[in-house]
């Protein structure tokens, strides 16, 4: 089987190395020539640009950053459709607005192929195991045939509805998340504030109803520890924004995921965006402490 890959970051580069170690034939590319060359290296074979790509495969995947990268992918100059694309299956696991991937369906059928939306749950370890959740939104015939891609990468692949439905799930996740680091960073800041430890903080946080598997896997980068980064600040920022953009255009009132948003938004213009999600709380005491200073 070939397959062809846009976007070699983190997820995109352990999503090629996986498939490579399962006997698939990669053909990708990235708009980073350095992170191109380092696939080149371990065995991934590089093409010089998006068309080429499309051309030389029949199952197409494309994983970047935002909305408005995946239609310059798409719709660009050397993008996807300037190949003759009839017959083929576009698998698009960026995290998109709902609206963003159906106009981009909409276009790729025009053309006669076929797009499936499907962001996933996991992380780099997951994919390395195979282990990834797929929020899959299409047609059936479409999702049936994407399971040749989808047996190498995925432990389940939930089909929540037609194209669109995959984003709008993930977006729900992610805002889920959003708010929950939101309350995590506030709940902190309210114990430091008055002689609690992060320590015993968390040590507390981790007993109660609330605790989850993402509390007990940070728990050392929230206490100050370096860890491995899973997702940074900008991407869940991006998020975010996505997610309330995606509210205010089918009248659904996100007033804590604004304010999440907003804390958000202040650690990536203070230079925190690279850093793990993990990160905030920490982001969060220290504005809060330069804003409202102790008396």
Not at 11 to 22: D, F, K, P, V
Not at 165 to 190: F, H, I, P, T
Not at 264 to 290: C, I, N, T, Y
């Amino acid at each position: 089987m070939q397959v062809g890959l846009v976007g070699l970051g983190r997820m995109g580069a352990a999503i090629a190395q996986r498939l490579r170690s399962r006997g698939v034939d990669v053909i990708a590319w990235d708009i980073d020539a350095a992170a191109a060359a380092r696939q080149k290296e371990q065995g991934i074979r590089i093409v010089d640009g998006p068309t080429a790509v499309a051309s030389a495969a029949d199952l197409i995947v494309s994983i970047i950053t935002e909305d408005s990268g995946v239609r310059r992918l798409f719709l660009g100059p050397g993008g996807f459709l300037q190949a003759p694309v009839s017959g083929k299956l576009f698998i698009e696991m960026s995290t998109l607005r709902p609206t963003t991937v159906r106009e981009l369906s909409s276009e790729v059928v025009a053309r006669g192929a076929r797009m499936i939306d499907s962001p996933v749950m996991g992380s780099i370890p997951t994919v390395r195991e195979g282990k990834l959740v797929a929020l899959v939104g299409g047609q059936t015939e479409d999702v049936e045939r994407a399971r040749v891609f989808f047996d190498h990468v995925t432990r389940r692949v939930i089909h929540l509805g037609p194209v669109g439905c995959g984003d709008a799930m993930k977006l729900a996740v992610n805002l889920g998340m959003a708010a929950y680091l939101q309350a995590l960073s506030e709940s902190l800041a309210l114990g430091a504030r008055h002689g609690l430890t992060l320590e015993q903080m968390l040590d507390v946080l981790s007993e109660a109803p609330t605790a989850n598997a993402w509390l007990a896997m940070k728990k050392e980068i929230l206490k100050g520890a370096p860890g491995d980064m899973t997702m940074d600040i900008r991407t869940m920022r991006k998020d975010a924004m996505s997610a309330v953009a995606s509210g205010a255009l089918t009248g659904v009132a996100m007033p804590v995921s604004a304010g999440a948003l907003s804390a958000l938004s202040a650690a990536v213009a203070g230079g925190w965006g690279d850093k793990d999600l993990a990160e905030l709380p920490h982001f969060f005491r220290d504005a809060m402490v330069q804003v409202f200073p102790q008396t």
